[in-house]
């Protein structure tokens, strides 16, 4: 198991309770971890312990009207998360070292997991091609300084509502971190190249003050930025997992809650393809993280983030406010339905009817084009 991260210590603890000799090897097994995560409450797993929920809300979202997602949006304590997961991993009597493996050099086992998150250690040469990235900055506030944006009792998915400025739409996500905190980030959801830092500062900056927040000087602050379109983990011999894999929602950038749901499937398909040899183990696992029905939702998504991509900037929040019109299921298919191909073609295809003719038009034009993929233009998005 190469990677430490969340996914790779769900997975080598998963493997562990299966009774698996398993050996996890990370360059910084101890180094904490800085990202917030979160999820759709009905996302994760039904075993995870309570105490690693920080915070569970009802979602809303804003574009150029306000949506209630009839959802419950969730935070987890990532401290809490870390622990649960080490403890695992300790009853499962996981092996976790300081190291690192390079692709061609892999260490001897049954199956090796590349975990590593978007570096996909293991997968080899890449295309040079730009990557679509999500990128943001954020701050940490206590709950009463955010008022102004975040109501007690709620999350904000997206707020699409734009401040003075010019430039590529971005939108604010705040949710609360639980003991009365809450993460106010300024996000750009998909660019090719991503947006850089400064300008997402004195955005946030910028959408704060004309809410009258004025952060604390010593405001913990939060940097984001991660690839939405890595290709799957095709490397011989190796699983890719978690953003690895990617599980990466290329239209929301979560992958965890998938990686915590999928993680005990994987162990026991390991576990039960050994008694055949190893390359029956890794074919069993390779089929729980790629079932045909998540090979064709991958494509969808990704062929919906290109088409993204080729929307010019001030249609996004137009385009927002289409799919939150949308009924619920289409937004609980296209934003959760892994194994779902149907709902999800389902949602994009509503979209037509939620749109005016302007976007409907560069929608049916950018599907054209992202049939063939060509490159969009510089900063698009």
Do not use: K
Request: overall charge positive; some cysteine; glycine content about 10%.
């Amino acid at each position: 198991m190469v990677g430490g991260g969340p996914a790779g210590r769900a997975v080598a603890a998963a493997c562990g309770a299966r009774g698996l000799r398993t050996r996890l090897l990370d360059p910084a097994p101890e180094r904490p971890w800085r990202a917030t995560y979160g999820a759709w409450l009905d996302e994760l797993p039904v075993g995870l312990a309570r105490s690693v929920v920080a915070a569970s809300v009802p979602g809303r979202a804003v574009a150029r009207t306000s949506h209630r997602l009839h959802r419950d949006y969730a935070v987890l304590d990532v401290p809490a998360l870390r622990r649960h997961l080490d403890e695992r991993l300790e009853a499962g009597g996981v092996e976790v070292e300081r190291g690192r493996v390079r692709p061609g050099a892999l260490p001897p086992a049954g199956v090796v997991i590349d975990a590593g998150g978007p570096a996909q250690p293991l997968a080899g040469p890449r295309s040079r091609r730009p990557h679509a990235q999500q990128a943001a900055v954020g701050i940490v506030v206590p709950a009463e300084v955010a008022a102004p944006v975040l109501a007690e009792g709620e999350a904000l998915f997206m707020d699409w509502r734009q401040v003075p400025g010019r430039g590529s739409p971005t939108f604010l996500y705040a949710v609360p971190l639980g003991a009365g905190r809450v993460l106010l980030e300024e996000t750009s959801l998909a660019r090719r190249p991503g947006l850089d830092f400064a300008t997402l500062a004195a955005r946030l900056s910028a959408r704060l003050a004309a809410h009258r927040i004025t952060p604390p000087a010593d405001a913990e602050r939060e940097l984001v930025r991660f690839p939405l379109d890595l290709p799957r983990h095709r490397a011989p011999g190796v699983l890719g997992f978690g953003a690895a894999a990617p599980l990466t929602h290329p239209a929301t950038g979560y992958q965890l809650a998938a990686a915590l749901q999928l993680a005990p499937s994987v162990a026991l398909a390991i576990a039960d393809g050994l008694a055949h040899g190893p390359d029956a183990a890794l074919a069993g696992a390779r089929a729980v993280v790629w079932p045909p029905a998540a090979r064709a939702v991958h494509l969808l998504r990704r062929r919906g983030l290109e088409a993204l991509l080729r929307l010019p900037a001030e249609s996004l929040p137009a385009f927002f406010e289409g799919f939150f019109a949308l009924p619920a299921r289409h937004h609980r298919a296209y934003l959760s339905g892994r194994t779902d191909p149907a709902g999800t073609a389902a949602a994009m295809a509503g979209l037509f009817h939620t749109t005016g003719w302007p976007l409907r038009l560069r929608l049916m034009g950018s599907a054209l084009l992202v049939s063939g993929l060509p490159r969009p233009p510089h900063g698009a998005v």
